[in-house]
C-alpha cells in the first residue's frame, strides 16, 4: 500500500459522481426496462427501480417531470425513459435522473421524434431568435386544418367572439395519416404567398400515432422557414410536436392558438374609450385654462389703458431732461465762480508783490540814512532777504495755480457736457439710457443725445465687442 494516496469515501463519491456526470454519452440515455418498487411520496417525485432479466437500476423523477407522463406508471410496467446517470452521494449508489417517461409500446416514434428533435436542435431551429413578433391587431388571418373539423369550428367561433373585424381564410389540408405532411406543407405555402397578417396551423388532439404527420422533419423546415408570423395549436395541453417548437408560437389547444392570435375586441373598445374620454378631459382643460387667460389679458390695464405704457415713461423723461438742464445750469456757474476766484486771487498776488516791493524800498532807505558805514553789508543782507522773499512767493504763487488749474480740470473732465463735446453719445430706450447691448433688439427705436441736438433711431443688428 505505500506509495498510493489514501482518500476519504466521499472523496471517492464526488470523483465518481464527476465522471458520470462529465460525461455526454450518459446525458440524455434512452433505456427501456420494467418498473419495479415504484413509490409515490407525499412529496410528489417518484422513486422506482428499472430492470430487466438480467440488472436494476434506481431511479428518481422528481414532480416537476412526472407531471408531464401522460398515463399512470405501475410496478410491471415496461417503459422507455430518458434520463442522466449521476451518483448518490449519501449511499455512495449509482442511479438514473430521469425526466421522460413513455410507455414502451411505443417506443420506435418516439425514438424517432427524440432523433428529430436534436438533429434540428443542433440546426438552431428552436432558437428564440429567430422568432417572428405577433402583430398586435391582424385583420387578416390563414387558418391551415382538417375540414369541417371540430379544430376548425372551435377556432371560427372564438375567432367571431374575440376578434370579428379579421378576414379569416381557411386552407383545409388532411391533419391526420399518410401524405398529411404534404397537404399541410401545400396549405402552408399558398398561405404564405396570400400576404397574410398571421398564420393558425391547428388541430384537435389525438394518440402519438395521430399527430405524427406534424413530428415531419420537411414540415417543420417549411413552418421555420416561412416569411408570416405563425401560431401552432396542435393537440391538447400535453402534446407537443416537432412544428411547436419550431413555431413563432406554440398553443396548447386550436382555441388558445386564436387567443394568442388576437387580441380581444372588448378590450379593445375599452382601451379605445379610454384613450378618448383621456383627450376630451385634456381638450377640455386646455380649453378652459386658455378661456381663463383671455378673460385675464381682456380685463389687464395694458389692453384697457394702453397709453399707461407710455405715460409714465414719458413723465420720467421730462424729469431727467430736467435735470440734465440743471447740471448743465450749475457747471456754467460753477465755472463763472472759478474764473471769478482766480481773478481775484491774481489781483491779490499782484498787489502783495507791491507793497513787498514798497517796504523793501523803505526799509533800504532807512537803513541808509541810519547808518552808512554799514550800507554795503545791509544791502548784501537785503539782496539775500529780497531774493529769499521773491522765491517763496513764487513758489506758494506756483502752488496756488497748480491747485486751482486742477480743480478746474477736474471739473471739466467731469462734466457731461464735455463728454458729449467729444463725441460721445447718450442712447436711451422708453426713457431708460441704454449700458448694455443686451438690452436692445434688433427693430428698437432709441434716442440719441449728442453734444448738441438729439436723434432717433432703429436697431438694425446688435453684437458684443470681445
Known amino acids: 500500500m505505500s506509495g ?12 465518481l459522481k464527476g465522471q458520470l456526470e462529465g460525461n455526454p454519452v450518459l446525458h440524455g440515455v434512452l433505456i427501456e426496462g420494467e418498473i419495479s418498487n415504484l413509490r409515490k411520496p407525499y412529496s410528489g ?18 414532480s416537476s417531470r412526472n407531471r408531464n407522463v401522460r398515463f399512470d406508471p405501475k410496478n ?3 417503459v422507455i425513459v430518458r434520463a442522466d446517470v449521476t451518483v448518490y452521494e449519501s449511499e455512495g449508489r449509482m442511479q438514473m435522473m430521469v425526466d421522460a417517461m413513455k410507455p414502451s409500446g411505443i417506443g420506435d416514434l418516439y425514438l424517432q421524434l427524440e432523433a428529430l428533435k436534436k438533429k434540428l436542435s443542433a440546426e438552431g431551429l428552436f432558437q428564440d431568435i429567430y422568432k417572428k413578433p405577433l402583430p398586435l391587431y391582424p385583420m387578416s388571418i390563414g387558418i391551415v386544418t382538417g375540414n369541417h373539423t371540430a379544430a376548425l369550428s372551435d377556432v371560427l367561433v372564438t375567432l367571431k367572439k374575440r376578434w370579428p373585424i379579421a378576414k379569416a381564410v381557411v386552407y383545409p389540408a388532411a391533419v391526420q395519416g399518410e401524405g398529411a405532411a404534404v397537404q399541410i406543407i ?19 388532439g389525438g394518440s402519438l400515432e395521430d399527430l405524427w404527420c406534424f413530428n415531419d422533419e420537411q414540415l ?3 413552418v421555420f422557414a416561412m416569411h408570416t408570423p405563425i401560431v401552432t395549436g396542435v393537440g391538447h395541453e400535453i402534446d407537443t410536436t416537432l412544428v411547436d417548437y419550431v413555431s413563432d408560437h406554440r398553443a396548447n389547444t386550436p382555441t388558445g392558438a386564436v387567443e394568442a392570435a388576437t387580441p380581444d375586441i372588448h378590450e379593445v373598445e375599452d382601451l379605445l374609450h379610454t384613450y378618448q374620454t383621456r383627450m376630451i378631459h385634456q381638450m377640455q382643460v386646455r380649453m378652459g385654462n386658455a ?31 430736467e435735470r440734465i438742464l440743471g447740471y448743465t445750469s450749475v457747471l456754467k456757474e460753477e465755472r ?22 514798497q517796504k523793501s524800498m523803505d526799509y533800504r532807505s532807512r537803513m541808509m540814512m541810519a547808518c552808512l558805514g554799514r550800507i554795503h553789508q545791509e544791502q548784501s543782507e537785503l539782496r539775500n532777504l529780497h531774493t529769499r522773499l521773491s522765491t517763496d512767493e513764487k513758489m506758494a504763487l506756483e502752488r496756488r495755480r497748480s491747485d ?7 471739473l471739466d473732465a467731469y462734466s457731461p457736457l464735455k463728454i458729449l463735446d467729444r463725441g460721445y453719445a447718450v442712447v436711451s430706450k422708453d426713457g431708460s439710457a441704454v449700458h448694455d447691448v443686451s438690452q436692445l433688439q434688433t427693430g428698437d427705436m432709441v434716442k440719441i443725445r449728442f453734444g448738441v441736438g438729439s436723434a432717433s433711431a432703429a436697431i438694425r443688428d446688435t453684437r458684443k465687442e470681445p
Request: overall charge positive; some cysteine; hydrophobic content about 40%.
Open 186 to 204: 401545400d396549405a402552408l405555402h399558398k398561405a404564405d404567398a396570400a400576404g397574410h397578417d398571421i398564420i393558425l396551423l391547428v388541430r384537435g
Open 291 to 321: 378661456e381663463k387667460q383671455l378673460v385675464h389679458l381682456s380685463s389687464s390695464p395694458v389692453l384697457s389703458r394702453p397709453e399707461n405704457l407710455y405715460n409714465q415713461r414719458q413723465m420720467k423723461l421730462d424729469y431727467l431732461r
Open 336 to 357: 463763472n465762480r472759478f474764473e471769478q476766484l482766480s481773478h481775484s486771487l491774481s489781483q491779490q498776488i499782484h498787489t502783495k508783490e507791491s507793497l513787498l516791493m
Open 404 to 410: 486751482l488749474e486742477k480743480q478746474m480740470r477736474l
Open 4 to 15: 498510493r494516496r489514501i482518500v476519504p469515501v466521499s472523496t471517492l463519491v464526488r470523483y
Open 45 to 62: 417525485h417518484w422513486y422506482f427501480s428499472l430492470k430487466d432479466d438480467t440488472a436494476s437500476m434506481a431511479c428518481v423523477m422528481f
Open 76 to 78: 410491471g410496467d415496461k
Open 220 to 222: 417543420a423546415r417549411v
